[in-house]
C-alpha cells in the first residue's frame, strides 16, 4: 500500500506539490496524468525518499519513508523514464546485479530468463551488453528488474514512453498481471487512452495540485481526453 498524506514539496518559489493525500491500495492500478512540469515525478522522487517533502508523510506498507527510509525501499521498486543500468554489463549482468542488490538471494537461471520473456525482450539481447540497446529495449529491462524485486509498491514514470505499439500492449497486460498480484501500481503517462484503458483510477495533476480523480465507472462514461484539456487550460487553476 502507498499513503501520500498531505504532502508537499517546494524548490524555494516553485510549489511542485501541494498538500497531496492519495492512497493506492494492494491490487489497484493507479495512473497520473498532469501536464510538463504538473508534479508527478516530484510526488514519486518523494515517494521513494530520495528527496524530503517539505510537509506531511508518504508511508509505503505503512512504514514512514523519511522516518526509515531504508526499510521503506525494501517494499518498492520503481522504474524511471530513463532507465539507469550499467552499459558493459550485458541485460542478464544487470539483471542480476540489480535483483541481488534488492536482497533477493539463490534466483535460479530459468527465474531470470522468464522475466525477461515477460516483459518482452528479445532471447538474443539476453547476453548483449545493454550499451547497444534502444531506449524502449532498457525500459523492457528496467520493467523485468522492478518485477524481480517483487515489491509490494511498484512506481512506474512513463514506463511505456519508449515502447513500441506491440510492446505497449504487451506491457499493459504485464501490468494487469501484476494487479493480480495484489501489487499497488502508480503509472504517470501522457497516453490518456492507456491510463484510460488500464487505470482503476485516474488522477490529474495541475500545476502541483491533485485536481481531480476518476473511478472506474466514471472513466466508462467520461471524455477524458476533454475533461483533461479542460482542466490544464483553466487559468486558475494553474496559478493556484
Ligand atoms: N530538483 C529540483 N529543483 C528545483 N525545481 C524542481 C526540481 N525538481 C522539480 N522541480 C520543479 O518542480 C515542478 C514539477 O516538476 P516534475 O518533474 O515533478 O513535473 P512532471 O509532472 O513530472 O513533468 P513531466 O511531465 O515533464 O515529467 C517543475 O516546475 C520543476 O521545474
Ligand atoms: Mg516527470
Request: proline share 3%.
Amino acid at each position: 500500500m502507498l499513503e501520500i498524506l498531505e504532502m508537499s514539496k517546494h524548490y524555494g518559489d516553485v510549489h511542485a506539490v501541494n498538500n497531496l493525500s492519495l492512497t493506492i491500495p494492494p491490487g489497484e492500478i493507479f495512473t497520473m496524468l498532469g501536464a510538463n512540469g504538473a508534479g508527478k515525478t516530484t510526488t514519486l522522487m518523494v515517494s521513494l525518499g530520495f528527496t524530503e517533502p517539505t510537509a506531511g508523510t508518504v508511508k509505503i506498507c505503512g512504514i514512514d519513508v523519511t522516518k526509515d527510509p531504508l526499510e521503506a525501499k525494501k517494499h518498492v521498486a520503481y522504474v524511471s523514464e530513463n532507465v539507469m543500468l550499467y552499459g558493459n554489463f550485458t541485460a542478464r549482468q544487470n539483471l542480476e546485479f540489480f535483483t541481488k542488490l534488492g536482497g533477493r538471494k539463490n534466483v535460479s537461471a530459468a527465474e531470470y530468463e522468464n522475466v525477461m520473456d515477460r516483459v518482452g525482450l528479445q532471447r538474443d539481447a539476453f547476453e548483449r551488453r545493454v550499451k547497444g540497446f534502444s531506449k524502449g529495449m532498457r525500459q523492457k529491462l528496467g520493467i523485468a528488474i522492478a518485477i524481480m524485486k517483487d515489491a509490494e509498491v511498484i512506481l512506474l514514470d512513463e514506463p511505456t514512453s519508449g515502447l513500441d505499439p506491440k510492446s505497449g500492449a504487451e506491457f499493459l497486460k504485464l501490468l494487469e498481471e501484476l494487479r493480480e498480484e495484489k501489487k499497488a501500481i502508480w503509472m504517470t503517462t501522457h497516453d490518456i487512452f492507456r491510463a484510460k484503458q488500464i487505470a482503476d483510477r485516474v488522477g490529474i495533476m495541475v500545476a502541483g495540485n491533485l485536481v481531480k480523480i476518476f473511478s472506474r465507472d466514471e472513466l466508462k462514461q467520461a471524455d477524458l481526453e476533454s475533461i483533461y484539456v479542460e482542466y490544464v487550460s483553466q487559468p486558475e487553476v494553474q496559478a493556484a
